[in-house]
Nanobody, 124 residues
């Protein structure tokens, strides 16, 4: 299983970025996907997740209304659309899956496979 994130970068507060996570080595459409982030000196935290079909999403309160997760099972890809970015959104962002889960879990320990991460930096 391989997950590869892309789309990170540097933006000013209020800007937008769209992260992508390309999956291979698994039947992507069977599994939920989680997005997490980790800022320097902080623990990895749940950002949001999407279930196997894309019919259900769940977001952390800190990003609700600003971030949107989607997936294209035909392309084995998931996306994290981030709008109205704030300096506190600065972190390395990761996508993750576990082959035992079709629904969303908030605990990072539930996920076995992780991407390498992509850096997001938001300046004020």
């Amino acid at each position: 299983v391989q997950l590869v994130e892309s789309g990170g970068g540097s933006v000013q507060a209020g800007g937008s970025l769209r992260l992508s996570c390309a999956a291979s080595g698994l039947t992507f459409s069977r599994y939920a996907m989680g997005w997490f982030r980790q800022a320097p000196g902080k623990e990895r935290e749940f950002v949001g997740g999407i279930n196997w079909s894309g019919g259900s999403t769940y977001y952390a309160d800190s990003v609700k209304g600003r971030f949107t997760i989607s997936r294209d099972n035909a392309k084995n890809t998931a996306h994290l659309q981030m709008n109205n970015l704030k300096p506190e959104d600065t972190a390395v962002y990761y996508c993750a899956v576990d082959l035992g889960m079709s629904n969303i879990y908030l605990d990072s320990r539930a996920y076995e496979y992780w991407g390498q991460g992509t850096q997001v930096a938001v300046s004020s």
